[in-house]
């Protein structure tokens, strides 16, 4: 094994380490300061962190909203750090949200409980909006056999992590593409 290999496992098994020692942190507070520091850290680093990506959300915000001012589009833009922030700290907690249904309201429940059993083949889509990983909890808390597709984490050890952590929402499979 070449030293580039060695070198790129290194820095996955790092990368790793350093995400479950923020993984233990987040799960050693309760979920609702978890989420609001969380959202105010995000709301914070990422447009250090990330300019290019803050400055392309800004771009998308006029194209979508061309009439409003930029003190309003720099405010959504903002309130998109704070949501993924706060979905980050969630999915480190995701087993105990999917643990405690009255966390979660399912409408129209009667639906989902009209087609508990009757659920074929489907496909469901949902928007990265609030927390997207608990969009198909609906399905799963009915009975269903969800499988998703998701996009694969560059880490092995990382992206292994966050299969494992998702399996009970997506127990016909999660499937990685590049």
Not at 3 to 15: A, G, I, M, N, V
Not at 74 to 85: M, P, Q, T, V, Y
Request: net charge positive; charged share 25%.
């Amino acid at each position: 094994m070449s030293s580039s290999p060695r070198l790129t496992d290194l820095q996955f098994r790092l990368e790793y380490y350093a995400l479950r020692a923020v993984i233990a942190v987040v799960r050693s507070i309760p979920l609702e300061t978890a989420t609001a520091i969380s959202a105010k850290t995000w709301a914070t680093l990422a447009p250090i962190i990330n300019p290019k990506r803050h400055q392309r959300a800004l771009e998308n915000l006029k194209i979508a909203f061309p009439d409003k001012p930029e003190t309003e589009l720099n405010a959504i833009r903002r309130k998109h750090w704070e949501n993924l922030g706060r979905v980050m700290a969630e999915t480190m907690q995701i087993d105990r949200i999917t643990a405690d249904p009255s966390r979660m309201t399912i409408k129209p429940a009667a639906m989902f409980d009209r087609y508990k059993h009757k659920l074929g083949s489907a496909v469901g889509v949902s928007l990265h909006m609030g927390n997207w990983e608990l969009a198909i909890w609906p399905l799963a808390y009915s009975g269903a056999n969800p499988a998703a597709i998701y996009r694969s984490v560059t880490n092995p050890y990382v992206d292994q992590y966050l299969r494992d952590q998702r399996k009970d929402l997506y127990p016909a499979g999660l499937f990685g593409r590049g």
